[in-house]
T-cell receptor, first 111, second 113 residues
Framework: QKEVEQNSGPLSVPEGAIASLNCTYS??????FFWYRQYSGKSPELIMS????GDKEDGRFTAQLNKASQYVSLLIRDSQPSDSATYLC???????????FGTGTKLQVIP | DGGITQSPKYLFRKEGQNVTLSCEQN?????MYWYRQDPGQGLRLIYY???????QKGDIAEGYSVSREKKESFPLTVTSAQKNPTAFYLC????????????FGNGTRLTVT
């Protein structure tokens, strides 16, 4: 079992719709969770971070964390073509702060 | 401007040669990381370091080596023992705090033929 799992996609949504990206993790010791966006050929950039159960909103983005279910999600409201990218879920674990990434979900926003 | 510098951007080597990828940061971050990314794949952790002169193996450390002699620098050597070295290599750093996000360099694309 992979430590961090994501559906590889592609996930296609029409412009203006809500995109829902999901991630599950296996290590119950994971304490911090991150969503990064990566455009093709570029390095990842941070979208959201979340540490507590519940929802965290930042503009068009909402991260949701459920530690009991070992599940974290990212909602993108009013999706734009510029949101088309690969979204990487990551967890931070342990005293040595090991940061593990999922394989990413490719999002396509159709104009 | 503070940031992470990886050099070179593109690197070509012949099979059987060791090659060292540079990573320098001026963010005063304690923690540094090396990841490998293959086409269409996520990031896989090679090595990471929380403090000078200390580092831990990640999930795919075989065939790689690192050093952390200075806080600002975390070079990665890809040895001839690495069977499939062609990949996109990303260096990152963060504050030494569990909830601190990673800051990435622009990456080095290594091609071995």
């Amino acid at each position: 079992q992979k430590e961090v799992e994501q559906n590889s996609g592609p996930l296609s949504v029409p412009e203006g719709a809500i995109a829902s990206l999901n991630c599950t993790y296996s290590d119950r010791g994971s304490q911090s969770f991150f969503w990064y966006r990566q455009y093709s050929g570029k390095s990842p950039e941070l979208i959201m971070s979340i540490y507590s159960n519940g929802d965290k909103e930042d503009g068009r983005f909402t991260a949701q964390l459920n530690k009991a279910s070992q599940y974290v999600s990212l909602l993108i409201r009013d999706s734009q073509p510029s949101d088309s990218a690969t979204y990487l879920c990551a967890t931070s674990t342990g005293g040595y702060q090991k940061v593990t990434f999922g394989t990413g979900t490719k999002l396509q926003v159709i104009p | 401007d503070g940031g992470i510098t990886q050099s070179p951007k593109y690197l070509f080597r012949k099979e059987g040669q060791n090659v060292t990828l540079s990573c320098e940061q001026n963010l005063n971050h304690d923690a540094m990381y090396w990841y490998r990314q293959d086409p269409g794949q996520g990031l896989r952790l090679i090595y990471y370091s929380q403090i000078v002169n200390d580092f831990q193996k990640g999930d795919i450390a075989e065939g790689y080596s690192v050093s952390r002699e200075k806080k600002e620098s975390f070079p990665l050597t890809v040895t001839s023992a690495q069977k499939n070295p062609t990949a996109f290599y990303l260096c990152a750093s963060s504050i030494r705090q569990l909830d601190s996000p990673l800051h990435f360099g622009n990456g080095t694309r290594l091609t071995v033929t």
